[in-house]
């Protein structure tokens, strides 16, 4: 016979070879091999199976995974089978076959463990036609399994993904016992740097359940930041926000940028809530609060702010004026041609708290068009911060002096 390797790629997953077919007999064998290297996580899939559209998910189980059927109490241990592509089915199918196969000598010998077997083999034939829900787990630590998503790229309630650090135990088992005690046991702190937390709430737009994922983002040469990103499956509602991860700074930070090129536009802007973006050219200044703390380009920051002025509503519909129109679409006008390198102009970034951000294409060395000045707040801007009634010294002796 022949053997051929067939490189392909799932979607939403990776590639694996799958080796395959003789002409002679019609025998087909579909073991899979993972193209890619180990990954650095274990990974764990739960599917609840409620229906017979269920069963013919497709599955990627390496050789290393562990199958499990809590319901029946039943598990596939890892390296007892041959990576295979398959699917739901297809796993209770070979379970059955791999029972059946040596049935007939144990009726001969042992006749009790033999009519268990077939017991068990009966519930397991009873759950392809599902007539009531079960679990399907697949744990691999080598993280190169996969179960289909067969609503993809949009999350499938009836599916769990959860990723996890193998224990010493799994790597041995891997063969990576000993690249894995070289490696320094890593924080929480470290966890958090790499994974992206996941938590529930409300769409803000149509209150429809949702996810918000949560990641933490070191910027080059600035400071870690928090970048929260919200999409609405039910109204495609999509928002991104951004926390500062670190206090705000002893000094205020005024961040003038000269646009000379259209190339300016690709530069990083980190945007806080408490941050003021100005353009004299344009007589615009956009106060503290509007547009929430972004992470994004300068484009991004302009197209921003053309939609944010389109929105207004005095400035549309019955509450319009001709030259109220017409000084608005002059406005966006001059917008795109800055944005296109045709005028040049400032933007400067005023931030009280310290924490925004205007990438330097030079860093480490000095950039000639930004500007970063320190200041020292005044009375107001720490009022508005709320640190004029902010305590961190001596605040423990004083409250207990106060009951």
Request: proline share 5%; glycine share 6%; net charge negative.
């Amino acid at each position: 016979g022949v053997t051929r390797l067939l490189l392909t790629r799932i979607s939403f997953f990776k590639e694996i070879i799958v080796t395959f077919t003789c002409d002679s007999c019609s025998w087909s064998n579909t073991e899979i091999q993972s193209a890619g290297r180990i990954q650095e996580q274990g990974v764990r899939y739960t599917l609840a199976v409620t229906s017979r559209q269920d069963m013919n998910q497709e599955v990627v189980k390496t050789s290393c995974a562990t199958a499990r059927i809590p319901e029946l109490d039943f598990e596939i241990p890892a390296f007892s089978q041959k990576g295979v592509l398959t699917t739901i089915e297809g796993i209770i199918d070979r379970a059955i076959a791999g029972l059946e196969q040596d049935q007939p000598a144990r009726r001969a010998t042992d006749e009790e463990v033999a009519s268990k077997i077939d017991e068990f083999v009966s519930k397991l034939k009873q759950l392809k036609e599902v007539h009531s829900s079960f679990t399907f787990v697949l744990d691999d630590p080598s993280g190169n399994s996969f179960v289909e998503n067969p609503r993809a790229p949009q999350r499938d309630d009836a599916l769990i993904v959860s990723h996890y650090r193998r224990t010493p135990q799994q790597a041995a088992m891997l063969g990576l016992e000993g690249e894995e005690s070289e490696e320094p046991a890593a924080g929480t702190a470290e966890d958090l740097r790499d994974e992206v937390l996941q938590f529930n709430t409300n769409c803000p737009s149509c209150n429809a359940p949702a996810s918000t994922n949560m990641k933490l983002v070191q910027i080059p040469h600035f400071k870690e930041v928090i970048i929260m990103a919200t999409n609405c499956d039910s109204c495609g509602h999509r928002t991104n926000e951004v926390k500062s991860g670190g206090a705000i700074e002893p000094q205020g930070t005024r961040i003038t940028l000269r646009i000379t090129d259209p190339s300016d536009m690709t530069r990083d802007v980190l945007k806080s809530e408490t941050c003021s973006v100005e353009i004299p050219e344009l007589e615009f200044e956009l106060g503290m609060g509007a547009l929430g703390g972004k992470f994004t380009t300068l484009e991004g920051l302009l197209k921003d702010i053309v939609e944010l002025v389109e929105r207004n509503p005095f400035t549309l519909g019955d509450s319009s004026t001709p030259s109220k129109t017409e000084k608005l679409q002059e406005f966006v006008r001059k917008l795109h041609e800055i944005a296109e390198g045709k005028m040049q102009a400032r933007v400067i970034m005023d931030d009280p708290a310290g924490n925004s951000y205007l990438q330097n294409v030079y860093a480490p060395e000095e950039d000639p068009e930004l500007r970063v000045e320190r200041y020292d707040r005044t009375f107001e801007q720490n009022e508005a911060l709320g640190l004029n009634d902010m305590r961190t010294e001596d605040y423990e002796s004083s409250g207990t002096c106060g009951r």
